[in-house]
């Protein structure tokens, strides 16, 4: 299934996501717990020598120099050079009578870490992340001895520096392992798989297929579909194939798909939500007619016989969802209405009166506020008919300037008042865009921005 929405992270936005993993792994490591090292060698002449090395403290560990890389049909790979480490602690020693102990310094230098992350999805659509490899090398190891037998420390040494770079390598990549499994892979589980935006609909943001690695960006395909919250049925028409162009100045972009729009007005359809009902306590004050059939009369002279001086009551809907189309120009649509009048009679009883067809177009702005895409209609030409009546014919052309004002005045005000709300775009928490990109393509909307991420 072709995917409705599309996220490209760019090499920007993984060098950003990459600046902030790796501050989150220099503190793991700072915390890393040594264990005691103990052992015994023989010494020519001398004979047996037991040490032991305990209380290490790991005072630092710093990760100045990293890269993150894209491996095209792989995943991502983090390159750690040049990292270095401190710690103390103390030691003990024991050579026939002779026994002393002290304390010691140890430097790590020219740390090298290599770690190969691969992007997946689980049976939720949720994005996943684990670490497919890790390799630690560690060029030096400098251990300084306080005490008094300056010969005697010399001798195991070496001894020290070997176990310290083998305990070392594999606790760095324990810890990396770690931190992908209890920092990253959390947090990519923030992403929302369905967004809940009203109390009708909803959006599945599902991921539909493993992240795929190019060689200039990481892209997931989302499923990109509004529901209806009362009966998900399925969309009558499928998605597009959906290809970004080569942009690559912001971190991120999403690519929303004509079918992530038309879904939108499938499940609103659906939902019963594309109803709309005007009566004359919502004309705008100042106002010089009423919505009753005197002011109808002088379009339509029988009403005022039929039902004289009576409130009346206008009931929009959409016999079918309207179909959104979008193009390098813009997002337009033609949406058809059905506009119902109804006499109210004393007893609070509708009486119909007649059915119109309003044919409409409509162009769209699209935006981003606060995470969401917003929106806003202005109409254009109208095309008015008679399907039917009940109070005799009349001339419809007549009609055309009065519903001019309902639907601009009253229905258009509460239509973007709803778009103007937005809706969700799939970030996980604590993601703020800025430096919003708005392009029209055939087919889809092109949305790019910066991101700041914001820490707890």
């Not at 430097?107 to 390799?135: F, H, M, Q």
């Not at 162009?245 to 004509?258: K, L």
């Not at 649509?333 to 059915?355: E, G, N, T």
């Not at 409409?360 to 109208?382: T, Y």
């Amino acid at each position: 299934t072709n995917p409705g929405f599309v996220v490209r992270i760019t090499q920007a936005g993984l060098d950003y996501a990459h600046q902030h993993g790796v501050a989150v792994l220099e503190k793991e490591l700072a915390q890393l717990k040594l264990p005691d090292i103990s052992g015994d060698f023989h010494i020519r002449h001398v004979g047996k020598v037991r040490y032991e090395i305990s209380r290490l403290d790991l005072r630092s560990f710093h990760l100045p120099y990293s890269r993150i890389s894209l491996v095209p049909n792989v995943g991502l790979q983090v390159s750690i050079s040049n990292a270095f480490a401190e710690l103390d602690g103390n030691w003990r020693v024991k050579i026939h009578f002779i026994r002393d102990h002290g304390s010691f310094d140890l430097k790590v230098e020219n740390v090298y870490i290599k770690i190969n992350l691969r992007l997946g999805n689980d049976a939720s659509g949720k994005p996943t992340v684990s670490t497919s490899d890790c390799s630690t090398r560690i060029s030096k190891v400098r251990v300084h001895f306080s005490g008094r037998f300056g010969w005697l420390y010399n001798l195991f040494h070496s001894a020290v520096e070997s176990r310290f770079r083998t305990i070392l390598q594999d606790k760095v990549c324990e810890i990396v392992v770690s931190s992908v499994r209890s920092e990253l892979q959390p947090y990519l589980q923030t992403l929302p798989v369905t967004a809940r935006i009203d109390a009708m609909t909803g959006i599945d943001y599902s991921v539909v297929a493993p992240p795929t690695a190019t060689a200039r960006s990481l892209d997931a395909g989302l499923k990109g579909e509004f529901f209806s919250l009362a009966h998900r049925s399925a969309v009558p028409f499928p998605p597009l194939a959906l290809t970004l162009p080569p942009d690559h100045d912001r971190m991120v972009y999403f690519g929303a798909s004509s079918y992530f729009f038309n879904t939108a007005s499938f499940a609103y359809h659906a939902a019963g939500a594309l109803v709309f009902e005007i009566t004359d306590a919502m004309i705008p004050q100042g106002a010089d007619f009423h919505l009753n059939t005197s002011t109808f009369s002088a379009f339509i002279p029988q009403l005022e016989k039929m039902y004289p001086n009576t409130p009346m009551k206008l009931k929009l809907s959409a016999p079918s969802a309207p179909f959104l189309n979008i193009g390098p120009e813009g997002l337009s649509l033609r949406p058809v209405v059905d506009i119902q009048a109804y006499a109210i009679l004393p007893s609070s009883s509708l009486v119909p009166l007649f059915l119109l067809s309003l044919v409409r177009n409509v162009s769209a702005v699209i935006n981003v506020k606060s995470g969401h895409i917003v929106g806003s209609l202005s109409v254009g030409r109208m095309k008015l008919s008679l399907k039917h009546s009940d109070v005799g014919t009349f001339q419809v052309r007549t009609l055309q300037s009065i519903m001019n004002i309902y639907a601009s005045s009253i229905l258009l005000p509460r239509v973007n008042g709803r778009l103007d709300e937005g809706f969700p775009l799939p970030l996980p928490d604590r993601i703020q865009l800025s430096n919003i990109l708005v392009r029209f393509h055939q087919n889809f909307l092109l949305l790019g921005a910066d991101v700041h991420y914001q820490p707890r």
